[in-house]
């Protein structure tokens, strides 16, 4: 990281650029700035974290269409490596603060879904439905970056006792880093192959940064959503 953004490659510089106001929504929502003092009520927290399981079970099935949709093997491989760090890694998290809550896998799988999670996950899987690989891998992306922000700004938080250590811990450690520089490497390549070295020049650049914005916008309503249960 040169300045506070971190460096998820040259895609995710262009259209976090081309969505600034979208993107603040959504790394300084107030849902963040009360996982980042504490002050966050636990009930908002575990309200998010069901309805962010079966949001991630959703972005798995996305991931795994990416895998569908690749044009080379690397493209393949870097989603199934994906697929596996949500289902295997990420997703631990979730079960093991829902355990100690007294909720459990199934019902975490059963859980019925709020309309913002929905709307979010069935934008992506859509975008990969009616869309190529390039669609589906911009609506995937801002997951992926937007925590790995928060993950990297909540770090300097954190103090002792601070009730969601475990949760900017996960975000802000290399794991997650890691996955963020890969899906920038795979965004990059994605682009790099199908519109050349200068996509802002593409005739496609507005519907693509149209995909990441939107998605952008989801991921702060999701927040919201988390936000309603501690009201
Ligand atoms: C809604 C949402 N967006 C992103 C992430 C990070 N994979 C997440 N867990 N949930």
Redesign the pocket.
Known sequence: MTSDIPDYGKTFALMREGCVEQWQAYIQHDFVKGLADGSLPEEAFIHYMV??YV??IH?ARAWALGVVKAESSEEMRLCAATVDS?INQ?LSL?VETCAAQGIDESSLFNAKEELE?IA?TRYVLDSGLQGDFLDLILALA???F???EVGMRLKGSLYDGHPYEKWIKI?AGEE?QN?CVEVGRLVDLAIATRVGDNPTASPRWNKMQERFTKATE??AN??TMGLRAGK
């Open positions: 309805q962010d949001y991630l972005y949500l990420e979730h999670t979010y801002p997951c992926a937007g925590y790995g975000y997650f996955v989801l991921e999701f927040w």
